[in-house]
């Protein structure tokens, strides 16, 4: 049986507690804890290291979803994606955050997998998300313990893919996120959460604890869609999701579009060029494809995830199409059902 | 100062179980090293197929990623406690009749989050069956057995008492005539 | 425990004189309330006093030379017993005595990622983990082989010195026919080349063993193992004890699939260390170390050539198969043959030119996955089948209904076959899918393909020659009314518990609850070889038959005098015996136990089961005799979106020729199992291995060894299945029941590739069907190309010398008129397998019953 090393396990009851215990700690002397979906499985395969681990199951005031007068939304950090993909309120206002949410892993697996966590879900490389013993045969990865990115050996930075489906889904719904340490907190518009690079993948510092996401009223009000693609019909992550949000003016015109792909990019990457396409225009057949094929460029798949990266990257302009035809309220076109949407 | 150990206080099956259990252990290994609750099983311990599925307060969770100091206090629920008495529970008696446990190594998992479907839905369809079991791998069965037992003893736990699985399911569809 | 529903009919079977009262009805399997309550005991459920743990430290480089094994660190560890390495283990073992290329830990050599080379023994598994991971290797790295075509390229550095030429480990021509005058009569002749990506078992147990000592020299293995006779022979012959201080007990197996079948590193060091230290020694192994066992399917590139008559038939078939065999033998040899045997069996095939080579590569071993050689050239068969209905204008089924062969024919390559029940199997599929009415005729992006298998009823013979039985069962009858029965088969998922306690209560007139059943104990039990080549109920199933049949004859001369009642008037049913032309009640089984009892003593009898003999005499006609083959056919209806790519089953049906269902209820297990794990290897299981750049680094690693990222179909990727069961007996079959375990995942890799091409026009070659491929080819038919993904070529192989077969059509005798046995391979040609067990009985020579 694969096992976890030893650690010190601290179980505090009060944020400030936890935000105390790993003030000034590095991740690899202690390290935070949700649901566990994804830390467990790091630290048995030895890729993470962790002399102390800090729950935050102990923290009280962490979870459940308050909906404000205003109609602005916050969801607390450690609130299971499972109790999020079913609560009414949210599935009425926010569709298609509640598919993203409840495409994300398994259906069991969400009754343990936090939002903040999903948030924070380290990359993934095929080259990483491996055993002690794997990796010693590659002789380690930049990421962890070794030297080269063997996804693109030249290169100097690691290609771990970001693969949260939540982190595009509530960037495009223009969600911010509150940072706690032990000196204070701050808020941070979510897609800043984020950086293009997958060993430094977030601008949270590792002191700081994400306790709350908070959407805008505003986020209800837009055409949404979530499309992703993966193998199988549950547990896979995703190799490529779409998120879009797109807010019309009176005339049907696109006031203002937010389009972000996960898994394709060690970040939840905005599809620039295909959020300026649509911005001022009428969501019409043409604008929607054009627009689409646009997006290929702000991706960039490698060879570090399931599927052949070409193929993924010609998905792209796919699925945000799809994703956009909804948004439209255009007809769907065949996509394989159960891959093309959760 | 965090211990080697922890003594741990939950309910096994509705039984009151103290154990001293290494911290770093989950509640996989505790419930079969130290509970001898060996009827939970393991596929991979990462998370990735749902073998090692038990209930904690209802609810299904992979027991391999729970920290067991995290079942404090809880409910846990395994295989070990579905039947009553000598009696077996109407998914355990569907999934043996069936045949949707054949090798039965996922079985105790299927059975623990079928049991929690049932509980929240009486009346699931198959695409909610489908659904509500997609985390948890079988490699023996192609799944059709297990959806129709799960379908079966949710009528019977409907108080359908006379209910009969359909007749596809125990001998085949009947050839076509030329 | 009840039978669920009595069917409405209970027809006798085939030379039956009486109803049946238990098969052919669906009873809840002997062991299903154990695997429904948690109380089944699988290896990794067994504790022992004193137990310790095991974990064995697996090679990081997958090609080199040992220099200097360092456990000095490891042992001083706390909680750490003792280290092993390749040191302690001076023999060779291996499934195949022409391949024992296998050492319990390396020595010298690794030859793969996940070869073991030292194994840690401590208090705790945590303790032998963290050890294991602190012994430190040196290695001089050899270099790296990947593939087939670097195999062939390189001769040197020899992965194992006793391959047949350079990395090629086996090398098979086989001739049967004038296969250039067969060619010349074709009208049309199809040249295709196909590839079969590698996959594997995947049980979601991981394979676990406990080794308890029991007195000086005496221990007992609990093993997760398909094979505990074959486990017992390497077990003894490592060790260096008789086998008859070992006992090896098959624990029930949590999913084998074939990849439990060979004997294994962590069984023989685990057996040496409880020896060693005295104590109970515990391994349950990683998800990623199932993955270094592997043994699952072979990577097979295939050239297939056959010529066709207008009406479809077809004239001579030229077969080439190449199989990426990875760093052991394994059942490699078997493998190779089997890629070439059952090519024969479905439709006449009159001459036919088998071609086939296995290499070595630095990957983990490939061995038998369910359909063991025989799923990679069926693909490749059904589907050029399907080109040649196209191409002759022919509905694709009715081309195979025109075509089948004949039962109980020889084939070309000198198989005996029995019952064949595909035209039904394929009517059947047709009809219920309406496929000759929708066939070329559906809306753009949606198909139906068919596509046909056979498979063996039991390998026809043993994995090393013998001609003692293979398969026995003993029944022994208690006072009370009670049976035990004994039989050293395997339980791993299939049922084969079930059958065994059946078909003793069906003889015996009892319930199943009286039967009482003691399995896969080498110590307890007759030989039974094993789960493995469909084989338990056919064989099994006869031996339990012929040992029940004996214990009713005994009780039926003891109850015949007792009530006065003629012998052929005596009835066993419902738990009573009784003269079926009279009104008494008769005795009670019970009562009838006493009687037989006072009068023969105590009562136990036994069964066995030897195949027949096969009338094929070449050298290599060992492999593909069975005593009689089960048949099935397959539709898909498959919905693709051209513009992706991708693709979704929406139906399957799948008819197969069971001969007779024991257990319709478990029957259908089978078939919905085996239609499950081929789409899975038709749509997404791929063994792929990573390569580093050469300039940076020689490793060579699965690339992902994860439950996760190795592609398992969940409940939402699996489609409805329709199953219809063809009942046509077969009088080799224990009472008429023929094999389910393995064939019908046969024709489901080819029937979605014809699928795919019905529903969008190209043609996939290869497996797993990747949704880029069917773009590729899509783009490739746009630009006027051939409408086609697939491998382009196969390479030059020297495949050996041909051997020459003529068919029974042209007068053979089933030998090759040219074998003058090349030495390497003499000993299969001149072993005693060739010749009948009264032949070598009048030898009067131990040798030549068996290899020791």
Known sequence: MLRLPTFDYYRPTSLAEAARLIAGQ??????????GTDLW???????????????????????????????????????????LAAHPELGARLPALVVALGSISSPVLRNQGTLGGNLCLDTRCTYYNQSEEWRRAISYCMKAEGEVCWVAPGSPRCWAVSSSDAAPMLSALGARVRLVCHEGERWLPLPELYQDDGMAYLTKRPDEILTEIELPAEAASARSAFWKLRRRGSIDFAVLSVAASLWLDGEGRVERARVYLGAVASFPAPAK???????????????????????????????????????????????????????AGLPRQRLEPRLGQA | MPAEKTLLSFTLNGEAHQVLAPTHHTLLEVLREECAATGTKHGCELGECGTCTVLVDGQPVLSCLLLAVEAEGRAVETVEGLQLGNQLHPLQAAFADLGAAQCGYCTPGMLMTAKALLAANPEPSTEEIRAALAGNLCRCTGYHKIVQAVEWAAARLRGEATAEPPREALYGSPEPQR | MQPLEKPEHDAPAEGEERPLNLIGKAFRRVDGRAKVTGQTRY?????????????????TVPHAEILEIDASAALALPGVLAVATGEDFPVPFGILPVSEDEHALCRGKVRFVGDPVAAVAALTEDQAAEAALAVRVQYRPLSTIASLEEALATPEPQIHDYADSGNLHKQVSMCFGDVAAGFEEAELVLEDTFFYSGNTHLPLEQHASVAVPEDDDRLTLYSSTQTPHYLHRALAKVLGLPGSRIRVVGTPNGGGFGGKSDPFQHEIVAAWLALKLGRPVKICLSREEVFACHRGRHPVLMQLRTGFRRDGGITAQHLKTALDGGAYGSYGVASTYYTGALQTVTYPLPRYWFEGARVFTNKAPCGPKRGHGTPQPRFGFEVQLDKAAVALGLNPADLRLANLAEPGSVTANWLQLGTIGLGR?????????????RWGKMPA????????????????????????PQSGVLVKLDRSGGVAVYCGQSEIGQGSDSVLAAIVAEVLGVGLGDIRLCVADTDLTPVDLGSYSSRVTLMMGNAAREAAERARELLAQAVSAMLEVPLERLAFAEGRVFDVAGSEPGLSFAEAVIAAEARFGTLATTGSYVPPRAPGKYRGAGVGPSPTYSYSAAVIEVEVDPATGLYRVEQVWLAHDIGRAINPALVLGQVEGGVYMGLGEAMMEDSAYRRLPKRLSDALVHKFPSLLEYKSPTFLDMPEVTTYLIEEPDPRGPFGAKEVGQGPLLPIPPALANAVFDAVGVRIDQVPIE??????????????????FGPRAFPSIDFGETLSVPTREEGGDGRAINDFSRGKSS????????????????????EALTTR
């Not at chain 3, 199997?425 to 899918?433: L, Q």
């Open chain 3, 43 to 59: 290896a990794d459920d067994l504790s022992f006093p004193r137990m310790v743990h095991l974990k064995l430290l697996r090679s």
């Open chain 1, 41 to 83: 499985p790091n630290l048995k395969r030895r890729h993470q290291k962790a002399e102390a681990v800090v729950s935050l199951a102990g923290v009280p005031d962490l979870r459940g979803v308050t909906c404000r007068p205003d109609g602005s939304l916050k969801i607390g950090a450690l609130t299971p994606l499972s109790e």
């Open chain 3, 445 to 468: 992006g949606r198909g139906l393909g068919l596509a046909c298998g056979a498979y063996l009823c039991g390998a026809g013979l043993p994995i090393y020659w013998n001609h003692m």
């Open chain 3, 425 to 437: 199997c394929i009517e059947a599929v047709v009809a219920g899918s309406g496929y000759r009415e």
């Open chain 3, 827 to 846: 000993r299969r040609a001149t072993s005693g397998t060739m010749k009948t067990r009264e032949e070598v009985l009048g030898e009067k020579k131990l």
């Open chain 1, 26 to 35: 590095s991740p690899d002397q202690v390290r935070l804890v949700a649901g």
């Open chain 1, 273 to 327: 060029a295909t959020m300026e396409a649509l911005e001022g225009r009428k969501l019409d057949e043409e604008t929607v494809k054009a627009a689409a094929e646009l997006a290929r460029r702000d991706a960039t798949p490698m060879d570090n995830t399931d599927f052949q990266p070409a193929w993924r990257g010609a998905m792209v302009a796919r699925y945000v199409e799809a994703a956009l035809r909804d948004c």
């Open chain 3, 771 to 788: 949704p880029q491929m069917i773009v590729k080819a899509l783009e490739a038919r746009a630009a006027g190309k051939e409408a086609r």
